[in-house]
């Protein structure tokens, strides 16, 4: 799009100007993409040999250009066909989706008159089932007259929108050109990544930032590539957190630019996920029970221009706009996912294997940049988006009532599967393969659950519901199943048929890379990210990806790091270290009293150290982190640290105290880290370390020492969190004392 013209597909036109009617997602099997393209092979493969497939198409109206390609063209009958497949019965479609279908074949029909300079066509819908191979064929005979007025209805519908959004684009990179920095200078730091992302920017390439925390990382990337949007011809931004207070903090920072900057007009959309997002919890997502999805497609044109108006679409500004126009706010906010300059949300709506965003961008074409803020989550999160569990637990609830058609189908996945845990001997074994009995039953038990859904759309128990999604997730994953991942049986106790079933991903790189190569930069940055090796490996990261190390703030003195190696925290000499640990924080706490944590491995040992503890130093107030606290608990937790406190906070490395929290000046003066941090010995990290060996030779850094060692960095870098800051950190182990460990401790 520029300021001539805009261009749009044919698809995405009708989908702005022809939908109408309910927001109705009813669980409505549709047929996997394999299905879809080979039900279009079929339908061309009926056809005479004339028949021409994907016509590619154009049209222009004032200065709006509609592309697209139509299913089908039989110069014969002289016929347009638009080829749905679909399951079930074809009379229980809603009407507002037969009313999309008929606008775009439509339009096709038009363009090709317009091509062929035809004065009259045929329309045809064909409807294909998947199941019996049947055809249902609806035509229409359309003057081209005709065809040409409905083409300008709808595009005369979009053009007013087209023209807003050209003419908002460019007084937006007008304004952005002229940004000025919201601070009066940059931090030390934020200039050198402020700059390390802009030039990954211009030269498309992604970027593996490691910047200490304190330096304003937020601003720090927002602000140049809001500044390269108009130079290197920026779509969007995404800016991606693994936490709601990242969120926020983009918010904030968003907020900053906007003030600094009057003229500009950034639209910033925040995504939030449905359950939060949702008005009616109890309800499901159609007009016959929620009345924000009743006339929603009806109600969206009014509310997405009252959108548009608004900078902000946060939560609340997002919600305002959509109760003021009777329509749901989570998909008022999927929809304004396509006009948001920036848009802020979690790491999975771009990178899962649903993700919007990736979707949107491929599907528009759009040139995006994308930002991953605290990105040393990013495997582990990676690795949950790539992986599918069943339990056997949820198949027997299943098989106890089972639907007459399901039956047969439940009854052959359960016999797959009790073999397996028969011949399984150990609770625990990883699998070179998927045992293709198991998964032919489980697809064959997939298909029949669709087409049971397709016939019986108001028996939609929740429990088989939950089962078929998860199978699906399992079989998708099945199908690229390789050495990135694990099949493994767990039992989870003696009794047959308590076993899980999971595909297991390791390193998520084969997914991640296409929504690395899809964005025009990616820029990845957190206070650890070393080695950069790891993170690249395992993430999938391009060749060309750059690197920065951005300089810290603060200098050496500030923080006191002293390393004990008299001690070993390892599981067997536990009980002789309670002691030395235990006159450690006493000494420390004795010299310099004031707010201190104290991180351990595990709940038990903490229990271990914290007990003596308080036997020997009733004096010295302490408190602890204890199993499953919630919100509420977290923040009375981190509320008792004041700048007047004092006491020894006991807590669990990589729990919620480790990373993410923010305690300035006298909050918190230092800390005790009595642990490498490594990942728990254990089978499956066992297997995690044979494949990362199989796949880069580096089998026990991969698996145990480097996501242990970030764990350590990160809580160590809660000490020091401003320039005026002092504090001190114990490193409890002698490994901590061995050179290669000490490699991998960061310059400050
Ligand atoms: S308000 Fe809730 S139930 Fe209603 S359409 Fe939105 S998400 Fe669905």
Redesign the pocket.
């Known amino acids: 799009m520029n300021a001539d013209g805009y261009t749009i597909a044919v698809r995405a036109l009708c989908e702005f100007t022809a939908k109408q009617g309910d ?1 109705d ?1 009813r669980f409505t099997p549709s047929p996997t993409a394999e299905q879809g393209m080979a039900g279009h092979t079929t339908v061309a493969l009926r056809r005479n040999s004339s028949y021409q497939r994907e016509v590619k198409l154009e049209g222009q109206h004032s200065n709006l250009q509609v592309r697209g390609r139509a299913d089908g063209y039989d110069p014969d009958l002289k016929q347009v066909e638009e080829i749905k497949t679909y399951l079930g019965d074809l009379h229980t479609m809603p009407d507002n989706h037969r009313h999309l279908h008929w606008a775009q074949a439509k339009v096709y029909g038009h363009l090709l008159c317009q091509k062929l300079g035809l004065q009259k066509i045929s329309v045809a819908l064909v409807y294909f089932n998947i199941q019996n191979q049947k055809e249902t064929v609806l035509q229409q005979a359309l003057d081209a007259a005709e065809l040409a007025d409905f083409f300008a209805l709808l595009c005369g519908r979009f053009i007013a929108w087209a023209e807003q959004e050209v003419a908002h684009r460019a007084g937006r990179d007008v304004a952005l050109a002229d940004m000025v920095f919201p601070h009066a200078t940059f931090r030390p730091g934020q200039r050198q990544l402020a700059e390390a992302m802009y030039k990954a920017s211009k030269r498309s390439c992604c970027l593996l930032a490691q910047a200490p925390t304190g330096i304003g990382k937020t601003i720090g990337s927002l602000f140049p590539l809001l500044k390269a949007t108009a130079e290197h011809r920026l779509n969007k931004i995404f800016y991606l957190a693994a936490k709601t207070s990242g969120r926020q903090l983009a918010l904030h920072a968003l907020a900053n630019i906007q003030n600094s900057t009057p003229t500009l007009n950034l639209r910033t959309l925040e995504l939030v996920a ?1 359950t939060k ?5 109890e ?4 007009g016959d ?5 009743k006339g ?1 497609y009806d109600r969206l044109p009014a509310a997405r221009a009252a959108a548009v108006d608004q900078q902000l679409l946060d939560k609340e500004g997002l919600r305002s706009v959509a109760l003021a126009h009777q329509v ?4 008022l906010g999927i929809e304004m996912a396509r006009w948001a300059d920036v848009i802020i949300g979690d790491y999975n709506y771009y990178f899962d294997i649903y993700a919007l965003l990736y979707g949107l961008s491929v599907v528009n074409d759009w040139r995006v940049a994308v930002l991953v803020d605290e990105a040393h989550n990013m495997v582990t999160r990676a690795r949950q988006m790539y992986s599918a569990e069943l339990q056997r637990d949820s198949l027997k609830r299943l098989r106890k009532t089972p639907p007459p058609a399901l039956k047969k189908s439940l009854d052959r996945l359960y016999r797959a599967w009790l073999q397996l845990e028969k011949e399984q001997e150990a609770d625990y074994q990883a699998y070179a393969e998927i045992p293709e009995k198991l998964l032919t039953a489980l697809t064959r038990l997939c298909t029949d659950i669709g087409l049971y859904f397709a016939d019986n759309p108001s028996q939609l128990a929740p429990d088989l519901q939950q089962f078929y999604l998860d199978a699906l997730l399992f079989n998708r994953l099945a199908e690229s199943f390789a050495d990135h991942s694990l099949f493994d049986i767990s039992k989870i106790s003696k009794e047959p048929g308590t076993s899980t079933l999971c595909i297991r991903n390791i390193v998520p790189a084969a997914f991640l890379t296409p929504r690395f190569t899809a964005s025009h930069t990616t820029a990845l940055f957190s206070a650890t990210l070393s080695p950069w090796n790891y993170y690249c490996d395992t993430l999938g990261l391009p060749d060309t990806t750059a690197w920065v190390d951005v300089e810290s703030p603060f200098s050496a003195d500030q923080l006191q790091v002293h390393v004990v190696d008299s001690v070993s925290t390892r599981y067997a000499d536990r009980a002789y270290s309670v002691a030395p640990i235990v006159a450690l924080m006493a000494r420390q706490y004795h010299a310099q009293p004031g707010n201190y944590l104290a991180f351990f491995s595990s709940f038990d040992y903490l229990t271990q150290v914290s007990n003596s503890f308080i036997q020997l130093h009733p004096d010295i107030p302490v408190r602890f982190q204890t199993r499953r606290m919630n919100e509420a608990d977290r923040e009375d937790f981190l509320a008792q640290f004041t700048e007047d406190s004092q006491g020894i906070a006991f807590a669990v490395l990589g729990g919620s105290f480790g990373e993410g929290i923010d305690l300035p000046g006298t909050r918190l003066i230092g800390a005790f880290i009595a642990t490498l941090g490594l990942p728990q010995l254990n089978p499956i990290n066992e297997q995690i370390k044979l494949r990362m060996d199989k796949i880069f030779g580096s089998g026990y850094d991969y698996a145990y020492l480097y996501p242990g060692l970030q764990k350590v960095v990160q809580a160590a870098g809660r000490v020091i969190r401003q320039t005026d800051d002092r504090g001190v950190v114990y490193l409890i182990d002698d490994r901590f004392g061995r050179g290669d460990v000490r490699a991998l401790l960061p310059e400050w």
């Open positions: 927001l997602l449905k997002a949702c008005e009616y919890p309800a499901a997502c159609h029970a929620c009345p924000l999805a929603f749901c706010p989570y998909y």
